[in-house]
């Protein structure tokens, strides 16, 4: 039986991301004619098409794109037998791609991150934010290593590490007559008094969980479509929210008018790392953990 060569799959991986065959082989630093020869070879090797080839433009297909994933696992398995006849490595060190939900990395990721590059200079940190589900299914692709989020997350294929919690606070605007935020009571707000963010967003979901939002009457019909939106909204006195412990003090609420006040200690989500089972960085990515619980 024929297989694709390393080098066939280097190639098509540079085809997806770059879905052009001159910006491909520029990428790979090969001639045109040299990477769309390899990319014939790997669909007849393969006995399917990969590719829709026209005079403007490159397609992947549907099976294309399926292979494409399996192929990423692929160059990982491979980069890790090298570094297994390398010997063991140091920890923390080459290259890892991190993808973080954009609920945690402006709060967490200034203050970790320059401690990190000091403390661990050989690491070459790619960071890529995105909601949950997005970086969940770029970590099962292959495209991320491990995954920065709020937990509980349904996932499947995957360990996780508990950090730390992250309770949630009350967030209103001085002076409101919204809300008594030192006598709150959910069910003294009016209809529509609560703004969250839009559907797809874990915090909405973790918001409404720990904050026993049984009364959906409460909350606005319209959301926000980022946490910078949501803040500058209930700066606005359209209504109060509830933020997570880790914002307070932070750029996000500076030059508002937006106060935070305590909810007590069972309204929180836990933050965690998450990567795929069974990968042989697992100790490295608890090492991350462990720097992430010190430095936040």
């Not at 993808?99 to 200034?110: E, H, S």
């Not at 970790?112 to 960071?127: D, E, G, I, T």
Request: neutral net charge; glycine residues 6%; aromatic residues 8%.
């Amino acid at each position: 039986m024929k297989y694709p060569t390393i080098k066939q799959l280097q190639y098509f991986l540079a085809l997806t991301e770059c879905e052009h065959f001159g910006h491909a082989a520029e990428a790979c630093y090969v001639s045109q004619s040299a990477l769309s020869s390899a990319i014939a070879e790997l669909e007849e090797t393969l006995g399917a098409q990969l590719v829709d080839r026209t005079n403007r433009q490159v397609t992947i297909t549907s099976i294309g794109r399926r292979i494409a994933v399996q192929a990423r696992l692929c160059m990982q398995d491979i980069d890790s037998l090298v570094e297994l006849a390398r010997g063991v490595r140091e920890p923390l060190a080459g290259e890892l791609r991190l993808g973080v939900i954009p609920t945690i990395a402006p709060f967490v990721l200034p203050k970790v991150l320059p401690k990190l590059r000091r403390s661990h200079p050989k690491l070459q940190l790619f960071l890529t934010e995105g909601q949950s589900d997005t970086i969940y299914r770029r970590l099962m692709e292959g495209e991320l290593d491990v995954i920065l989020l709020a937990l509980p997350w349904e996932m499947r294929g995957v360990e996780t590490e508990d950090l730390f919690l992250d309770r949630f606070c009350l967030a209103y605007r001085e002076g409101t007559q919204r809300v008594d935020p030192n006598n709150y009571r959910i069910n003294r707000l009016n209809s529509d008094s609560i703004l969250l963010l839009e559907d797809g967003h874990c915090l909405r979901d973790h918001a409404l969980a720990a904050c026993k939002i049984r009364n959906t009457q409460k909350v606005a019909p319209f959301a926000a479509s980022s946490l910078l939106t949501l803040v500058e909204m209930v700066d606005a006195d359209l209504g109060i929210t509830f933020l997570p412990e880790m914002a307070r003090g932070t750029a996000i609420l500076r030059n508002t008018r937006v106060r935070l006040s305590d909810l007590g200690e069972d309204s929180y989500r836990t933050i965690g790392l998450a990567w795929r089972k069974g990968s042989r960085r697992a100790d490295e990515f608890r090492m991350l953990g462990e720097f992430f619980k010190e430095y936040r």
